[in-house]
Every structure is written in structure tokens, then in C-alpha cells.
Nanobody, 121 residues
Framework: QVQLVESGGGLVQAGGSLRLSCVASVTIISLDVMGWYRQAPGKQRELVAGFTSGDNINYADSVKDRFTISRDNAKNTVYLQMNMLKPEDTAVYYC???????????????WGQGTQVTVSS
């Protein structure tokens, strides 16, 4: 079963940085429509940053100028660089993407298992 696997979460002090990575669990052709989401306790899952058609990028207002989404197509990996972290950034962060399998099948809207980010004050 093809899955997305996130890594890079952890505990960091306010003002610190983390870089999250997301990669498919098996060999694939490519990722598409990639995005990072987060869900804090008691809150709905929200979009943090994502690629749209034409390589445009959307950021949540709360993370603009602090977070950067990027991708390495050769490695089929998407990243989220998080700088100047705040306690309110504490959440489980999820990767979401369409996966183009090595058989050419598009699997739409695949979620990773999530990685915990905790920012202490």
C-alpha cells in the first residue's frame, strides 16, 4: 500500500526552527498537488501551505513569512521549513498529495500519518 511518511517533527522552543519532510513509502513516479496541513487539539485540520496548479503556492496567513514549502522532484519529497516558531504552531502536521504510482495510476488526496510539532514558550 502506498503511503506518505512525514518526519522532522519534535519539541522546539519558541523562536526555533524545524524542517518537515514528506516522502512516499514506495518507489513512485511523482507527487502532485502537495500540501501541508495541521491539526491542533480541539481544532479542525487546516491548510498550512500548499502547491496549486501552475506551481503557485498558498500559505495560511498565520504562517506567511515564517514557513516555506518546497519540493525536490528528483527525490519525490516535499518539505516544510518552519522558522520563528510560536507556541500556537503546536499541532500534528500532515502531508497530503496526489501520488502517481509506478504503474501510472493517480491516487488522489493521500494523507500521511502525521508528525507532532510542539513549541514551548
Amino acid at each position: 500500500q502506498v503511503q506518505l511518511v512525514e518526519s522532522g517533527g519534535g519539541l522546539v522552543q519558541a523562536g526555533g526552527s524545524l524542517r518537515l519532510s514528506c516522502v512516499a513509502s514506495v518507489t513512485i513516479i511523482s507527487l502532485d498537488v502537495m500540501g501541508w496541513y495541521r491539526q491542533a487539539p480541539g481544532k479542525q485540520r487546516e491548510l498550512v501551505a500548499g502547491f496549486t496548479s501552475g506551481d503557485n503556492i498558498n500559505y495560511a496567513d498565520s504562517v506567511k513569512d515564517r514557513f516555506t514549502i518546497s519540493r525536490d522532484n528528483a527525490k519525490n519529497t516535499v518539505y516544510l521549513q518552519m522558522n520563528m516558531l510560536k507556541p500556537e504552531d503546536t499541532a500534528v502536521y500532515y502531508c497530503n498529495a496526489d501520488i502517481i504510482t509506478r504503474f501510472g495510476v493517480r491516487l488522489r488526496g493521500i494523507w500521511g500519518q502525521g508528525t507532532q510539532v510542539t513549541v514551548s514558550s
